[in-house]
């Protein structure tokens, strides 16, 4: 298990580059199973999630080769096996997502069963009913969800949440199938988007896409194309915040901050201006004049609950009482208690978390629970006084591709250690 060691306080400025979206380029991989031919993504986060898809990939017959640093060549010269493997679920709940893929291609897969989580209980409940409303038969034995459909058929679906891999899942399942299919109450998050911008440069025939009403009329082929993944919206927000709290030196580079519209108006709601150039951000911020806030989280495009963390130690740095409602995910406050180890005062009621502020955060020895805890640590360690020791940075490395080399390069004294 690994380690950051970081040393906080320093001055951090210069240029913060931001990777491809991680939540986009999992579902765009799992979709390269959906048509022979040979795929180019290009702007692919390297990260150990995106290592894992790819090994699923190669697990089904897949060839994947790496053409540059953050490039891909993917060939689908047909599918070796139609049952993904509990090694590979287990440890990557989004490995589920090769499900609408493989039922849309082969009208036939073999999933194992994604178990517990550590932000939450996360059924699949909703994919599986919209699966059954396109036709396909659902059942579960030994630990694995089969699906089989010998055609699958367009339907007006309802999903009970705007769920997002449910909704991707769907996209995907519907397709290549006959009909129309319409999705009622779809999640409209920007990598849903991407998702259906992929496949619609692959033939398809998505519209609405955004919006809580996806329209994909069935299509006979697919074709692989090139395409170019999306910024990540949330590491942009993760750094956006660290600057906030360092002094506003730092240029976030690769920003679509139309992607980020709740997160900036909560921010600037604080006391937070932000100064956008192009693709580039830079925010202007004073600590001392920050007003506290109370946030909700929400479905896309409410304030996205993978900056919830992150956000909690910029309301924590503020003066007064501010309050975070967590609506999506059950469990999702696991790095309160960390932050409270650091010196913070944040108490927890059901789904709120009352933060009581300014803090004066204090380096300790803490624990990264899930990737978004790790970041939110990780910001906490940056400006905390003397050192912080942030175990399990595992999780972190699932989202946040060479996060020691990049904050070094902006001044920060962090290193990783076994
Ligand atoms: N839900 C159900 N039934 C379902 C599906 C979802 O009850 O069939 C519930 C979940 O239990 C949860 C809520 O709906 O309470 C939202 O879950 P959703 O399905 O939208 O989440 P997800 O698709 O599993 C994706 C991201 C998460 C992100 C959430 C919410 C990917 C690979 N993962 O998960 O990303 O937090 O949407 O925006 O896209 C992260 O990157 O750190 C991360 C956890």
Request: glycine share 10%; with cysteine.
């Amino acid at each position: 298990m690994g380690k950051y060691i970081i040393q906080g306080g320093k001055t951090l400025s210069g240029v913060l580059p931001v990777s491809g979206a991680k939540n986009a380029t999992l579902p765009i991989l799992a979709c390269t199973l959906i048509a022979e031919g040979t795929y180019f993504l290009n702007n692919v986060p390297a990260l150990k999630d995106v290592e894992v898809m790819i090994k699923l990939l190669e697990h089904f017959g897949l060839k994947i080769e790496k053409i540059a640093q953050n490039s891909y060549k993917i060939i689908n010269n047909g599918l070796q096996t139609l049952e993904a493997p509990y090694e590979l679920v287990s440890i990557m709940r989004a490995s589920f997502l090769v499900m609408g893929p493989l039922l849309a291609h082969r009208g036939e897969a073999r999933v194992s069963m994604p178990g517990g989580c550590a932000i939450g209980n996360r059924p699949i409940d909703i994919h599986l009913k919209g699966f059954e409303q396109l036709g396909a038969t659902i059942k579960t034995e030994h630990g694995f969800i089969s699906a089989k459909a010998k055609n699958l058929i367009g339907k007006e679906i309802y999903l009970d949440f705007p769920t997002v891999t449910g909704t991707e899942n769907l996209i995907m399942a519907a397709v290549l199938s006959k009909g129309i299919t319409i999705l009622n109450n779809a999640a409209r998050e920007p990598e849903v988007e991407d998702l259906g911008n992929f496949l619609n440069k692959m033939g398809a025939k998505i519209t609405g896409l955004g919006t809580d009403r996806i329209i994909i009329e069935g299509v006979e082929k697919l074709f692989p194309c090139e395409y170019n993944i999306i910024p990540d919206r949330i590491e942009a927000g993760t750094f956006l915040i660290l600057s906030a709290l360092t002094g506003g030196n730092i240029v976030v580079k690769g920003v679509n901050m139309e992607h980020l519209t709740s997160f900036k108006t909560k921010l600037e709601e604080i006391g937070i201006n932000f100064k956008i150039n192009g693709d580039e951000v830079q925010v202007q911020a004073d600590l001392n004049n920050f007003k506290p806030t109370n946030i909700i989280t929400l479905p896309y495009p409410g304030f996205p609950t993978d900056l919830q963390a992150q956000t909690i130690v910029l309301l924590a740095m503020i003066k007064g009482n501010s309050e975070m409602k967590e609506t999506i995910f059950e469990n999702r406050f696991r790095h309160v208690p960390e932050l409270n180890r650091m010196g913070a005062n944040i108490k927890i009621e059901g789904n709120v978390a009352s933060i009581n502020g300014p803090t004066n955060f204090q380096g300790a020895e803490v624990e990264a629970t899930d990737l978004r805890a790790g970041a939110c640590l990780v910001i906490a360690g940056l400006i905390s006084s003397n050192t912080t020791i942030l175990n399990n940075i595992e999780h972190i490395e699932r989202g946040y591709e060479n996060l020691v080399e990049r904050l070094q390069a902006i001044g920060a004294e962090i290193k990783k250690s076994e």
